[in-house]
């Protein structure tokens, strides 16, 4: 059963502001959500490997090779704030 | 008064000698202007997708192996969750449940006896960028990031609980640091950050069989800061504790002036990090025969090094230990030993003349200007009684501030050793018609007076007469007069 304070919790971890109505609503529909996995319980998985990932894949990776690197203007084209070639943050201690 | 035994474990990150990144082909060169080494995978930009560079699995492994640990059959990256402007994802890609390698150990000497301390697990993750900040991070109005380090492969090495005192995690780190190296994984340079270590550390009364609180130690940047943070930070746990008091499970970090650990402002419910399988990676089902190739071309390692040097050119433990520290020594030694059989004699040197002056220096071997060839050539010229042994400890010192050949510097300085008996007899005569009072003190017996003479012949040769020479002409003249 997720609370109140589970959505305040990871709200505040995701850096996120909820108003109380939002954290009403969220709540209720976490718990919504939950509630439908809950139907996974019902299927007997002993003999299932843990799922790390949904593809059918492995090994994926590429050679050690040193490519191009984006202009500085276009590195910082979206910092909300620069100095110089530096992107300016609030500090954060 | 309570007896308590001090627990340390470490957390070591190493940056891998990549050319790129872990996940993704920027640049992984130290320096460069500030994001400059940087694309939109790193960036974290919408739609990308990262891909594991191949040369950081097998250096990992390659790094696994040298530390006797297991390497998984089945490993998968996850996401470490947190806010911290010091990466632009607002995750880290690491291991979590399924690292690469676990179940390794690496011994250490102390006090004469080998001690395993043991390596609990080895996983890969990405760099994170540099925050830069006005004066200090307290005082910085804001903060400027830099993302070049950003995506620089790393391998987090985990000890077990192993080590006892703040001596045994330096002799670990020291180890590790050498071992790492010698496999060529990493340049490990703690000046650089390509080598990084945090403490985690607790007191408990000894004889007891749970562990206290523990609290982690940040920012100790060399081996003598490690040393000195744990020490400080074992003393304030025993008076805490002695006072009545609880240790707070907490992060510290070492201020180096000062000599104390400080608490970090604990970033509440930081350490939830809501860990998930990395969607954007795939698993990792490591070959069998892979892993047997890597470990066929892994290197001579320092303990097999230090003991070949025992056995094969017959080297006190002490002097092996030392030689092997850092493949670089070892190196060196060896490149002398192949122009100039006496190894005693190089190690000697090394150990003495060598490393006193690369410390006061502040240098590694890497820059040292004497190459073994120049080294050898000035044994051979104390061998050929061309400079005396004391001479060549001034020569030495000019190599090592210039660079020059011995011979040059012997010739240009007028070093060359006298070893003419006429010359060395005209000089003990005037010395001993100069010090008519002592040479009466030796007769009568006064040995020390002898000492005397000789200091004398030498300073008037200004140390350059054979000093056997001068010994045997002053004592036949003492007893023919």
Redesign the interface.
Same mark, same amino acid.
């Given at each position: 059963m997720i609370t109140i304070k589970d959505v305040e919790?990871v709200a505040?971890?995701a850096?996120l502001e909820l108003s109380d109505e939002e954290k009403q609503m969220y709540t209720k529909q976490l718990n919504a959500i939950l509630e439908y996995a809950q139907m996974l319980n019902e299927l007997n998985t002993d003999d299932i490997p843990p799922t790390?990932?949904?593809?059918p894949?492995?090994?994926?990776?590429?050679?050690? &090779?040193?490519?191009?690197?984006?202009p +500085?203007e276009e $590195?910082?084209a979206n910092a909300p704030e620069r &100095?110089?070639?530096?992107?300016?943050? +609030?500090?954060? $201690? | 008064m309570t007896d308590y035994e001090t627990i340390i474990g470490l957390e070591v990150h190493v940056e891998l000698k990549?050319?790129?990144k872990i996940f993704?082909?920027?640049?992984t060169e130290f320096g460069g202007?500030?994001?400059?080494?940087?694309?939109?995978v790193c960036?974290g930009l919408p739609g990308v997708l990262p891909?594991?560079?191949?040369?950081?699995?097998e250096y990992a492994i390659r790094a696994a192996l040298a530390l006797n640990c297991e390497i998984a059959e089945y490993s998968?990256f996850d996401r470490k969750?947190y806010?911290?402007?010091d990466l632009p994802k607002n995750y880290q890609i690491s291991q979590y449940d399924?690292p690469l390698a676990r179940n390794g150990y690496l011994n250490i000497e102390v006090n004469g006896q080998t001690k395993r301390i043991g390596i609990t697990r080895i996983h890969m993750e990405e760099d994170a960028g540099k925050l830069?900040?006005q004066g200090t991070?307290?005082t910085?109005?804001?903060?400027?990031?830099?993302?070049n380090r950003t995506g620089v492969p790393l391998i987090e090495i985990v000890s077990e609980p192993d080590m006892r005192s703040p001596e045994e995690a330096r002799a670990y780190l020291e180890k590790l640091k050498a071992i790492i190296q010698y496999t060529g994984v990493s340049d490990c340079k703690m000046e650089e950050g390509s080598l990084r270590c945090d403490a985690n550390v607790s007191v408990r009364p000894r004889g007891s069989r749970e562990f206290g609180t523990k609290t982690e130690i940040k920012n100790m940047n060399s081996f003598k800061a490690l040393q000195r943070a744990l020490a400080y930070e074992v003393e304030r746990q025993i008076a805490v504790l002695q006072e009545g008091g609880r240790i707070v499970q907490e992060t510290r970090t070492w201020d180096e002036n000062k000599g104390i650990t400080l608490p970090m402002?604990s970033k509440e419910?930081a350490h939830?990090y809501?860990y998930f399988?990395e969607?954007d990676?795939?698993?990792?089902?490591i070959d069998r025969q892979w892993v047997e190739e890597i470990r066929a071309t892994l290197p001579e390692l320092p303990d097999e090094r230090r003991n070949r040097y025992i056995k094969h050119y017959d080297l006190p433990a002490y002097d092996a230990t030392v030689l092997t520290a850092t493949k670089e020594m070892a190196d060196y030694f060896e490149e002398c030993v192949a122009l100039y059989p006496n190894a005693k004699a190089v190690s000697n040197w090394m150990m003495g003349d060598l490393s006193r002056l690369l410390n006061a220096h502040n240098m590694d071997i890497t820059r040292c200007k004497v190459s073994p060839r120049q080294l050898t050539d000035m044994l051979k010229l104390m061998d050929r009684g061309t400079i005396s042994g004391k001479i060549a400890k001034t020569v030495f010192e000019e190599m090592f501030a210039t660079g020059k050949d011995p011979e040059q510097i012997v010739q240009e300085k007028g070093l060359v050793q006298i070893t003419d008996e006429g010359a060395i007899a005209a000089v003990v005569e005037e010395v001993l018609a100069g010090n008519a009072k002592v040479v009466e003190d030796y007769l009568k017996g006064k040995d020390r007076a002898f000492g005397f003479l000789v200091g004398q012949v030498m300073k008037a040769t200004r140390g350059k007469a054979n000093p056997e020479l001068v010994n045997r002409l002053l004592k036949e003249k003492l007893h023919s007069s």
């Open positions: 919790h505040l971890l850096r790390a990932h949904v593809l894949l492995k090994n994926v990776w590429r050679e050690d &090779e040193v490519g191009e690197h984006l +500085p $590195v910082l &100095e110089g070639q530096f992107f300016k943050v +609030p500090r954060i $201690v | 990549t050319k790129s993704c082909p920027s640049t202007d500030p994001n400059t080494h940087v694309c939109p960036l891909v594991l560079n191949k040369k950081v699995l998968k969750n806010y911290y402007p399924l830069i900040h991070i307290a910085s109005p804001y903060s400027l990031v830099d993302y402002r419910e939830d809501r399988p969607p990676l795939v698993p990792l089902v």
